[in-house]
């Protein structure tokens, strides 16, 4: 048994003077009719033995199936497939004209009941997620890179930002520049970067709420060990490549953190409410405690401003620009997207 400890999550709650202010709360989940959802797990940064993993492409798709994935994208590092050239590993069916002496196997993913969505790890600089594009990478900037994934219609995050030492304000400027860049990992494998979701708040605070920044966790899985630290679940009304990507965009899906590998997540949040003065949760399942989270200028950090279901704007500091809940219970913790916060008074 492997427990995870996740440090930087263990916030305590400080008390400031009543906010007065009204403020304007945009909710990346208004869209969604919650009697008519399911619930989609899925992983978006997974290697194959092409790439410095130890599994075939059909067997990383097969273990992830097996736990329950829907959704996956197979994202090795600028690598040769097929033929002599770069390219995705992708589509599923047609695993079996890798080039090599080994029996590479097709899948379909309508037959597992999954989406594969193309992509690659732009690898010669700060790590980029490249998804819905078949682009591998020959570029040596970001910049370039971003540039290129745009062209083709692709969506981009930034890979496990902790092992970089760009500033906060570079990482604003991107994400300001660049429409498809649309997130970052805030976990990456167990919890390899523990300050990355301080870092997501500090971006959050200069960015929000004109331009949200998504944040996932993801496995960036190389071997067996390493599948299943993380569920991106997805909020969608049907299965299906263009619904995933909607939901990406739009910030519609929660990321569940377990405790122990492979755990499937025991809560869900089956509402949000937006109020006159707040936001309120309806969660289904047992859960121990709800945290509110923003980031305030005074400590020069992350601080847990509100627990309960319930949270009201009389608890923010008044430079606040987002907040982010956490749900915990007894087998992990589930964290939503931001919500933005204008003041309008």
């Known amino acids: 048994m492997i427990v995870i400890v996740i440090t930087g999550c263990e916030y305590q709650l400080i008390s400031?003077?009543?906010?007065?202010?009204?403020?304007?709360?945009?909710?990346?989940?208004?869209?969604?009719?919650?009697?008519?959802?399911?619930?989609?797990?899925?992983?978006?940064?997974?290697?194959?033995?092409?790439?410095?993993?130890?599994?075939?492409?059909?067997?990383?798709?097969?273990?992830?199936?097996?736990?329950?994935?829907?959704?996956?994208?197979?994202?090795d590092h600028n690598t040769s497939h097929y033929q002599?050239?770069?390219?995705?590993?992708?589509?599923?069916?047609?695993?079996?004209?890798?080039?090599?002496?080994e029996s590479w196997q097709d899948r379909d993913p309508l037959v597992l009941d999954m989406v594969s969505v193309e992509g690659s790890e732009i690898s010669q600089h700060h790590h980029i997620g490249s998804w819905f594009n078949d682009f591998v990478g020959t570029t040596q900037t970001e910049e370039e890179t971003l540039v290129e994934i745009s062209n083709r219609n692709g969506l981009a995050i930034f890979n496990h930002p902790g092992r970089y030492e760009n500033s906060d304000s570079w990482y604003v400027d991107m994400f300001a520049r660049h429409s498809i860049l649309i997130g970052l990992e805030i976990f990456n494998q167990k919890d390899r970067y523990s300050d990355d979701r301080d870092r997501w708040d500090r971006i959050l605070h200069q960015s929000m709420p004109e331009?949200?920044?998504w944040g996932f966790g993801n496995d960036d899985m190389h071997s067996a060990s390493t599948i299943g630290w993380n569920r991106n679940?997805?909020?969608?009304?049907?299965?299906?490549?263009?619904?995933?990507?909607?939901?990406?965009?739009d910030g519609e899906f929660f990321v569940?953190?377990?405790?122990?590998?492979?755990?499937?997540?025991?809560?869900?949040?089956?509402?949000?409410?937006?109020?006159?003065?707040?936001?309120?949760?309806?969660?289904?399942?047992?859960?121990?405690?709800?945290?509110?989270?923003?980031?305030y200028s005074e400590t020069n950090?992350?601080?847990?401003?509100?627990?309960?279901?319930?949270?009201?704007?009389?608890?923010l500091p008044l430079d606040a620009s987002f907040v982010r809940a956490i749900v915990f219970s007894d087998d992990g913790m589930l964290f939503t997207q931001p919500f933005g916060l204008q003041r309008i008074n």
């Open 211 to 213: 331009r949200p920044v």
């Open 301 to 315: 950090d992350s601080e847990v401003i509100s627990i309960g279901d319930t949270f009201s704007t009389t608890s």
């Open 16 to 75: 400031l003077p009543e906010n007065p202010y009204d403020y304007t709360i945009t909710n990346p989940y208004e869209d969604i009719d919650w009697n008519t959802i399911d619930y989609y797990d899925a992983n978006f940064h997974t290697h194959t033995l092409f790439s410095g993993g130890d599994m075939a492409p059909h067997d990383v798709v097969d273990a992830y199936h097996a736990i329950g994935y829907q959704i996956l994208a197979l994202t």
């Open 256 to 295: 569940f953190k377990p405790f122990i590998r492979t755990t499937l997540p025991d809560i869900r949040i089956v509402g949000i409410e937006i109020l006159d003065d707040g936001i309120q949760l309806e969660v289904e399942g047992q859960y121990s405690s709800i945290k509110w989270i923003t980031y």
């Open 233 to 249: 679940i997805l909020v969608l009304s049907q299965l299906s490549e263009t619904a995933v990507r909607d939901a990406l965009v």
């Open 84 to 101: 002599t050239y770069a390219s995705t590993l992708y589509p599923w069916t047609r695993f079996s004209t890798i080039d090599g002496d």
